[in-house]
């Protein structure tokens, strides 16, 4: 119902902006602005972009939790297809959401509100580690661990018919 909502309300929003700024600044400039803040935008998100792609890699190379460049990655994204949304509200969110404080306050907001299990297990093939599962969600069974047939190195592949 929420997506609802804004799938509404947006562009209702959009078009008052369109009738009042453009019945104050005329046409023409309306048009300008709109196309002047998504270059503007397109450079930003450009420069931005590849920053945070640098912070994603060195977080990798450093082996550490890549989980906020990602989350700022994407919302650059996000801002990106914004700005290149027509429109004046849309434009102020995607500018806002340039900013670097913005997304930080954003991406604590969004950390604080996601809640991650997970537990570890040791399998014959190794450590595996898997979210962890709550409720009446477990099957108990047995099993026989079947041994693997040596590999053929003559001979036809099995593959073939002879």
């Given at each position: 119902m929420p997506l609802l909502l804004l799938f509404i309300a947006i562009p209702l929003i959009e078009i008052a902006l369109f009738i009042q700024l453009g019945s104050f600044l005329g046409l023409g400039w309306t048009l300008f602005?709109?196309?002047l803040t998504a270059v503007i935008?397109?450079?930003?998100?450009?420069?931005?972009?590849?920053?945070?792609?640098?912070?994603?890699?060195?977080?990798f190379n450093d082996l550490n939790d890549p989980t906020e460049p990602l989350a700022h990655g994407a919302m650059?994204?996000?801002?990106?297809?914004?700005?290149?949304?027509?429109?004046?509200?849309?434009?102020?969110?995607?500018?806002?959401?340039?900013?670097p404080k913005v997304r930080e306050a954003m991406f604590r907001y969004i950390r604080s509100r996601i809640v991650v299990h997970s537990s570890a297990t040791m399998t014959s093939a190794g450590f595996r580690s898997r979210p962890r599962r709550t409720g009446e969600d477990v099957i108990d069974g047995e099993y026989n661990e079947i041994?693997?047939?040596?590999?053929?190195?003559?001979?036809?592949?099995?593959?073939?018919?002879?």
């Open positions: 602005i709109v196309v935008g397109t450079w930003l998100v450009k420069q931005q972009g590849m920053r945070v792609l640098m912070d994603v890699q060195n977080s650059i994204l996000f801002s990106g297809a914004l700005l290149l949304t027509p429109g004046f509200f849309t434009d102020t969110v995607g500018f806002l959401l340039l900013i041994p693997e047939e040596p590999r053929r190195t003559s001979g036809p592949s099995g593959w073939t018919q002879d």
